[in-house]
């Protein structure tokens, strides 16, 4: 899968994006759903957002390239 490969969202993963949101308040709702996906199917983000290394996910920093 690349940057623009399509990923359906599952009921599992909007299940754990909640479950993300209760516990990292500041994480927004399609924050959690990027997450939730990521980490289920373990996959890499690439993001400038902060907040996803903070909860222990594999990021490459937009910033960087």
Known sequence: MG???FVPVRLNEVILAERMRSEW???SFLDSLHA???KIQQRK???S???YRK?????IDLDSI
């Open 36 to 38: 939730a996906t990521a």
């Open 45 to 47: 983000l690439l993001s």
């Open 55 to 59: 909860i222990g996910l594999d990021v």
């Open 25 to 27: 308040r500041d994480l």
């Open 3 to 5: 940057v623009g490969d």
């Open 49 to 51: 957002e902060g907040i």
